[in-house]
Structure formats: structure tokens, C-alpha cells
């Protein structure tokens, strides 16, 4: 019996299918190009050219935008495609224009769209070309059908922009904490508009006083006085604004005891001026405080001076619930909470940017018109605009990461190693928590990250827990626009709070939508009840979260909160109505049939989205029979896992550290990334010749996609150790199985090079260096015979390290001074590109381009394969990592009464204390589903069961322990106990020894330091370290110590002067030893030291210390 | 195939199994040649599937690359035999199956014909010279003599039941003799070595 939720499946996999990977990334994208971009632009809304002689001002209206397409050298205009921005290494972006218009006197004289910059175009997003493409079309295009998209390519390279962690916005977080035995209690309000962020902090200590933490303060200030500044006069009003109950009133004592002494507006104004900025002229005084009601306290309410009453309202629900925490009617917020959190994608992480880019192009535009004053009219406007100036903002600061402000590594290189890392990548959240400190709590799963959060899938390390991934079922939520949903409330009865009786407003229950109050209601339980409601039925956007919160204590406050803003985690939930679910089998028939989409179920109200807010309103149940007392029906189990986690068979039977490994692991499989292998421009790619969709596999890993993009192969896997070439973890995999194909790859590597053009009209040339030449850095005849006469290596060449591919010179680096007389002539320097020094291939494809400068540009794609060897890294899908320990005999491995020869041994020791009993599972289900012909089903929590595997496996006549009689190849004798072997999908992971094995006798040595280099790419010779040096000198093995730090190092003879102690040196021409501090007197000796010593010992002389060398004779 | 191993020792019997698994030299694809592949297969890739491919061998024929009169490195026509394949031009999709690679010698041939080499799309072409020789599975899993060689025990001492299922490129009954002969000429020069040894 399968279990009842995989009823349910087809509602996810409509939701996944429909919405693709990345939805989030191209919504917020979509967003910021639709709405964001204008509205930036209408902030500034118009550009005043105050000029003396001729003042006029220039207006901004609509912006659009082309389609994406690069410019030329030559000025000429290409449109291109994704696959062409990859291949040609240029930015896959479009330009914005934006109306301009100028008015003189009010009156629009001539308005023209201008060209203000290049935006990016995420890929697969409205912008881009592919949107809406058919997989053919697609394919025409050189595009994988699959891609999902949500990535930008910058200079040929695909970046992401990886969704951002934020604390909620303008909503009241309070906490409780302990300052020196004593509870201290603090609201904190991240007050945010678009792109700009204040915080807001209220303090109260032991004695009940209240006050507030202003940026722009630098004084906490009495919230009393702050409320009168913003015009609450009367006590009355202020506590009013607090909270009409007498118990939260009376807590108000000691602050309104501090504010005593200031009772109108006017005086609390000047209160706070004379704090925030003492001594200064008092007219100015009062500018800056009221300046820090308006721009600094709470933004988000507004930055006039109408908006003030709101502002003191808004302070006083602070207080209310910082109160109503003192009393203990309500407990802190907590701050890990999912519904205390926001993520941010590319949409708002280029908001900041652009408004800070197109301020700054605003900026200097008005300064060149100024500047310039006597052209005007729309073509002088166009003119003073340097498109540059958002263009390259943009371009730099998604190719680097480089967010200013300090923000670094907010975009990342777009991981290909195989389609489930591309995925994951894409789906990653990332925490703006420093991962230096410990940040326990922010690390742990938190129960909101049910259905959101993969509760898997987290690096280990430094970054454990600040890094997570969506899981299967999350959504994102976009923005909806507060003011309908306002309208609503009001036509529902919310009273405004400056029209609210008195009765409603100590009763009623306080209504805000994001974080701002807009009235009371009556019954907030039925106001929370009509508004799902309508939500239910569509009339407000399924997004908006409607949430409740109600202390158990007699005269708490109930407040209902509306959210709509963009980047909560929401979850599909299934409505239970009258103790029933709304899914009839009938709907499910539909949506599996196709003729319904999951979006058909949420206009109905079948099914609904909710964040974590609202998820505490809610009482879930998982199973369908009993679902009376309960609100809603959990969809599906499995898809609470991220895409990572989601490949795992039987994963709820591991140990949860486990299922981590695996998901970290899972990325660095190789296999079959995208079928557009022959285009494919990654600089590093690998390739499986045979790889195979797992024989026990998971609803998600179909629906992800990857089976159609595997990375792994089934193998035959049997427990036993092997003559101890599979102890500590290693594997032994049979030669036969290796000599047909498993676990064999290509390694792609493209070298890329470009014949620039220098000022002074010098330019690369693409050529066969000629010896006869005056060439720099010539690499002798026999690097460069593979080069056919363009310069250009022949495909199907084999080439191994230190053979050119390319053939390029240069011109020389500085142009040196002319030489009337000297015998050669100008030089070029030999910029040939060849195979690394450590690695060897075939040439596989040789493609010629354009590049962005206009230069021609060649990548050389070489070929390497990679036959499995001792030292090679597989794993199994449950983190059951290995090196391979020995390729053995086809004759020598165990066999069965059958015949049947396992691929793969593994050593029974990996398994009692990692307890990955879902590997056992998978063995004898992937054993069974190869004997019952079908795959296995073995996704989390809702696989196919065991009692199905011993049909299978007892139908024809195996043991349903997974055990078997097996014989030593050997000695043909058999073992005295039975065997466990089944079937294991393993996969081959990117840790090659091929690319890792070094060894150095002499080689090359630092300049600096003439101590040898470090690293395998520089042939450098490993570190005889610290430790390796303790060891020398407690086993008192002087000579050897030397041979090594010295001898074999940086040994150097320097001369010094026995008089003066100081460095000495041979003078060549005299044949004889010089100290220039002695002349004649001296008597300069020969020392052997290393050079570094005698590096510092310049060093020190250049600091103006003289360090002298006592030296005696060696008795 | 099964027979029954009576009076023999284990070691004799399993030495035997060992022998017929990859011990009797069979053909396989060792060398090609690659005239024109433009299909989306690397040249690698079509030799390993070539290499794959059983081939039905005629023992008395041909001899070893290593023990043949010709003592050459390409070989001759005792010890190696040519097949190509020629896909010619072809404008649709298609695969290549090992019934296109036609040999020089009719001893020497596919096993099957209806193994799939690689598919071509229109306007892709194939055209390859490859070189069949004799060789050990121990070399190259390409040369296993049998897929199947077990030796199971019974309930009587010294009586064992040897199993053997073949690719088709030999017999069984095949096999077992060349083996037998093979374990023979191995314990020979064995018992040569031995000989040669001073005390």
C-alpha cells in the first residue's frame, strides 16, 4: 500500500512544473522592470536646470525597454542571444529608455525617449528573447529546454544573485533582555522604503521608563516628548495612543514623570533640537529635529509633516507592546521566526542599485547643462546624458558581487558542475549574518521552515545554517498593492483610527496592513474570517498574508496584521472546510489529467498560500481520512525537502547529518548537465560517457528534471571487505566494469585568447612565433608544432601540457624610448597560449569570434578523458563517500551461484556508526526493482514500501534480506556467511586524481624569496611544515634539518665583513671583496644562510637598523 | 553450460573457472582508425562502443598478436583482421548498428547484429577502419572469453559444478577446451620454471 498523500502528488508537481525552478528570481525580476524601474525613476520625477540666464526644467516620464543586444566596435547594433553572450564573453543587456521632456514655464516643449544606460537581462525573465519560446525554438537558439533560467550573463560569464535573508520591515519586533540581572525590554522597527532603511528603538529599563533610539540621535529621547513632538499634546492623547486599557495606561507613570517638564509641541520640538544638535544656532536647531521626525523616525510612514500624527500613533503601538511584554500578556518575538523574515532577490538588489546609479546620472547631467548654458532643447539633454554611468554600475556590480556599502559576494558564478547544483543554486538563500560569529539560534532550524526551508540541505562549516535552500514547495510571495487591500478593510467596517470610538478602540482589535496601523474592527476573528474569505475566492491577491494574534490574557491588545509585500516564504496548503478538505478526488483527476492547473485550485480556494504568520493561525494535518478540528491538509510530505535533499532514496531512514552530506555531495557529481554539449562555452565541464537515471528513484528527482539530466550510474553493490583495499571508507570497483564504460567522463577545459589592438596602433597577432624573430619569452621550436599556419591548433589534436594552442605575440608592454642604435629591432613578447602544465587532452572544438573590443577572439575546447583510477572520489546517494582503492580482477572478485559479479564493494565498517539505513533500502529496492523490471519509488516518507520489495525480490526467488550465497573468486570457495549486495546508484564526484597528483624534485623558486613555489599549477614542492620541523629536532636529526630548510631551499652565500658585522660584497672587476663601510680594513668571509635571512637583513637596512653579524671561525 | 568437476581439487577447479572466464583469447576491436566522424560521439567514445562489441572467433585460424610468425606491430592477416564502417551520407536520423561493420574476414563478425554503435543526424557521417585481435580479459574486459563462469560446490567433496554462459564470440564447449589446454600449458611452464631453478 502506497501511501494516501501520493494522491496529492500531481498538485505539486503542476505547482513546480508550471512555475518552473526560478520563479522566484524572474518575478522579482519582472517586478523591478515593470514597476520598480519607474518608480525610482518618478522619485526624481523631474531634473531642475538652474541656470541664471535660462532656467527650465527637464521631465522624466515612461520608461521602456529594448530588446537586449550589444553594441560593436564599429558602433553598429547586434541583437543577441543568451547562447551568443556566452560564446562572445560580452553582458546579455538591454537598454532603458525613458522619456525626457523640457518644460519651460509649465510647458512641455519637446519631449524624445533617451537611451539613460544598459540593464542586464536576466535570462528566461519578460526581458529576454526566450520568453515564451517553444522547446524547438529554444533548442534553434542554443539553449538548453530545461535551463531555468534566473540568472544574468556578464562578460560570457553566468551570474546569480543570491536570494537575501532580511529581517521584516516595518513591522514592531519586541524582545526581552538581560542587562546585569536586570530585564530590559526593546521594540525594534527596521522602518524601509525602497532602498532606503532607518531603525527605530524603543528602550524601557526597570523603571518603567520609555524611551527612543533615533539614528541621527545621539541621545535616547523620552517616547512622551517624541509623541508631543509629532503633536499629541495632551496626556490624554498620548496615552490614548498607547492604549485605552487602564493596566498598560498606568505603566505609562514614569515616562509620562520624565516628560513632564514639556508639554506642548512647540517645547518638545525644541527638547529634542537642543539634544540632537547642542550648540548651534537655535533656528537651525529646530530645522535638524524636525528634519528627524520627517526623514529620520519611521520613514515608512511617510516623510512629511501630515504624516506625523501617524508616526505618533505608530510609537505609541510600540510602547502597547513593549508594555504588554513587561506584564507578560504577550512573549518576545522571535527573531528566527520565518515570518519575521524577508528574502530579497535580483529585483530589490537592483533597485539599490540602480537608484544609486541613476541619482548619480541625474546628478551629472544637471551638471553639465548647467554647465554648459547656452545649448539647450531636448537633443543638448540628450547629449548631457552619459549612458555609462548606470551601464557600467550595473555591469560591475553583478560581475563582481561588489554591492557597495560593503556588501561583497552578493552575486555568484552560477554553478554547472551538473543540473541538480545548477538548480540548487538557484534556489539558495543566503544570510547577511556573519558567519564568523557563533549565532546559534540563527543557525538552527527553526519549526516555521516547515514546507519553506530544505531542513537538509545546509553547508557544513562556517556557513552551517546561514546558507539554506528553498525547499520543493516554497513560494515566494511578490507585492500587492496595499491601498486595494485597504479598501477593502474599510468596506469590511475597519473604523480609521482618528474616526475609532472609544469603546472600539480599547476592545477592538487593531488592524495593520504592512506594519501600518489603518484602523480597528470589532471582531478581528471575523474580519480575519471575511478576509480569507475573499481571498478564497479571489477578490485579493492569494499573496496578501491575513494573520491574527491574540494574547490569552484578559484585555491584551488583538492586533490583525495584513501583509502584502514581496519576498515572504508562503506554502500551498489545502483548505479544510466544515471538517472536510476542499481536494475532492474528482479535482485531482483534473489536475493529473491536465485539464486544471494548481492555479485553477487556488482561484477556488481548494488550495491556498500561507506564510509563517498565518501558518500559526492554521492547525495542519497530514492525513486525508481525519481531518475534522483541523484547517488545513498538508499537500505533500516530500516536497518539504530542497531540490538537493530531494534526490535521496528512502532518506527519512538516515541518520539527518547524513542526508547533509549527501546534499552538499549531490553537486559535485558528474553526468549530463545540458545537451548543448557542442555549444557549451564553460571553462570547466565534465561529461559522462554512460550515465543513468537511478533504478530507485523520487517523485522530485522526475519532476526536477533530473532524470532526463543524470548524474550518476547503478551499480551493483556488494558489503564485503576485499583484502583491505576497502578499509577507511575506500572502495574497490571491478576492472571489467571500468574497461566498459563505468564511471567514465570527459574533462572539457576551454582556453581562451584574444588578439587586442593597443593605442599606437600596435595589436596582437595570431601567428607561429618565429625563432628568427625578436621575440621574448620564445618556448623553443617544438611548443608550437601543433599550430597550423593561422597560429590555431588543429582539432583532434592531441596535445598534452606545455604544447601551444594558440600562437600569439604581443607588443611590448611599455613602449620603450627610441633607440637610434640598436642593432635588433622592436621586440614582441610570445603570449601563446598553451595546455596547462598538468593536464593533456585532445582539441575538440576550435570556435572564432568576435569579442566585445572587437578584437578576434579564439576558444580552444580540449578534450580529456578520464578513466576511473585508484585515488578517483565516488559516492552513494546517502554521503557514503570513497577513494577508490583498487581496480580489481574481473577473475579475483566475489561471485554468485548466478553468475552475478558486484561493480562495487564496500567495506561493511561504513555502516553501524552512520546508520544510513536508507542505503540498505535502496540496495535491496534497486535489486528488486531490477528484477521486477520498473523502477522503485523511493521518495521521503511516501516511497514504495518494503512489503513491495519482497514480492519483487521473493518472486523470483531471492532472499528479501538482500543477502546471497556468494563464492571468493579467489579460491572458489564460498564465504561462510551470505552476502549482502543489491544495487546502488553511485556517482562519480569531481575530485580526480588526475587533477590533484604532484610531485617535485627541482623546479621553479620564488622570485622574491628564491624559496621553492607553492601549489601544483606552479610546479611547486610541498611545505616541510612547522610540525614536520618539530619532529626533526626531537629526534635531534640536525643534517637533516638542514638538507631541508636550507640545503634544498634558499641557500645563499653572502659575504660579510668580520669588522663591521655588515653584508659585504664581490666586486668583479676588481676580483676582489668590497665593504663599503671598512675600505680597506675589512676582512670579508663567505657565510651560507638562507636567502630570506639575508632578504631581512636588506629589509631591516632599508628601515634604518644595521644589523651586524658577529661571526667567529668554526672551530 | 554446466559440467560436473569430479575428483579434482577446489584449486584446480577454480583455477580452471578463472581460465575460462578470461583466459582464452577471443577477438575484439583494438585499433581504429578514424577516417570521418562528425557525429556528436568523440572519436574515443566510438572506439570503446566498437571495442565493446562480441566478435565470433575462430581459434585454429588466427594466433595471437604477441605468439603470431609476423612478429609485426600492426600485424598481419593471421593476427589481426580489418572491419569498416561506412555510413555514408544519410538524411535522417538514424543509428549505426553493428550489422554495418563489415568485415574482411566472414569468421570474424558481430555477434549481433542489432547493437547499436551511435545515431546519426542528418548530414552526419561515420567512416571508420578498425583493426579485430586476439587478447586476454585480463587485458581489457573487451577479450573476456565468457560472461558467466562459476564454479559451484555439491554436496560431495571434491565435486564441483562449473557454470559457463559465453558472449557468443566462442562456445562453451569451446571455452572449456581452450581452457583446459590453457591450464595445461600454464602449469607446463610452471613446472618449467621450477625446473630451471637451482637448488
Redesign the interface.
Known sequence: MSDTSNKRWPIIQDLLKREGIARQHLNSFDEFLERGLQSIIDEVAQIEIENAEYPYKIQLGKVKLQQPRMMELDGSITHITPAEARLRNVSYSAPIMMEASVVEDGKILESRFVHIGDIPVMVRSNACILHNFSTQKLIEHGEDPNDPGGYFIINGSERVIVGLEDLSYNKIIVDKEKVGGNDVFKAKVYSSIVGYRAKLELVMKNDGLIVARIPGSPVDIPVVTLMRALGLEADREVAAAVSLVDSLQNELEASFEKAADVQTTKDAIVYISKRIAPGMLEEFQIKRAETLLDWGLLPHLGKHQENRREKAQFLGEAACKLIELKLDWISPDDKDHYGNKVIKFAGQMLADLFRTAFRNLVRDMKYQLERSGQKRGINAVAAAIRPGIVSDKLNNAIATGNWGRGRVGVTQLLDRTNYLSTISHLRRIQSPLSRTQPNFEARDLHPTHFGRICPSETPEGSNCGLVKNLALSAIISVNVSPEEIIEKLYDLGSVHFTDAKEDLKRDGTRVFVDGRLVGYYKDGEKLVESLRELRRSSKIHPHVGISFHKSSVEGATKRLYVNCNAGRVLRPLIVIKDGKSLLTPELIDKVSKKLMSWNDLLRMGVIELNDANEEENCFLTLDDKDTKKYTHLEIFPSAILGAGASIIPYPEHNQSPRNTYESAMAKQSLGFSTPMMNTSTYVRQHFMWYPQTPIVTTKAMNLLGLEDRPAGQNCVVAVLPFDGYNIEDAIVISKAAVDRGLGRTFFFRIYEAEAKQYPGGMRDNFEIPNAEDNIRGYKGEKAYRLLEEDGVIATESPATGGDILIGKTSPPRFMEEYREFESKGPYRRDTSIGVRPSETGVVDTVVMTQSNEGGKMYKIRVRDMRIPEIGDKFASRHGQKGVIGILARYEDLPYTAEGVIPDVLINPHAFPSRMTVGMFMESISGKAAAQRGTKFDGSAFVGEKMDEIKTALEGSGLKYSGKEVMYDGRTGKAFPVEVFMGVVYYQKLHHMVADKIHARARGQVQMLTKQPTEGRARGGGLRFGEMERDCLIAYGASMILKDRLLDESDKAEIYVCERCGLVAYHDVKQRKYVCRVCGDKAKVSSVSVAYAFKLLLQEMQSLNVAPRLMIKERV | MSVKIKGAP??Y??AL??IC??GVPVFAIDTVDVIDNSS?M????VA?RLG?IPLKTDLKRFAEPSKCSCQSKSGCSNCRVMLVIDSGETDTTRTIYSSELSSEDDTVKAVSDKIPIVQLAPGQKLKVEAYARLGR??D???W?SA???????TDKPDE?VL?L?TTGALSPEQILVAGVDELESRLQEFKQTISELKA
Open positions: 577446489l584449486q577447479a577454480n573457472r578463472r572466464l578470461n556528436v568523440s572519436d574515443e567514445g570503446h565493446l580479459g585480463s581489457h574486459a573487451k573476456n560472461n558467466v563462469s562459476v564454479l559451484t560446490h564441483y557454470t554462459e
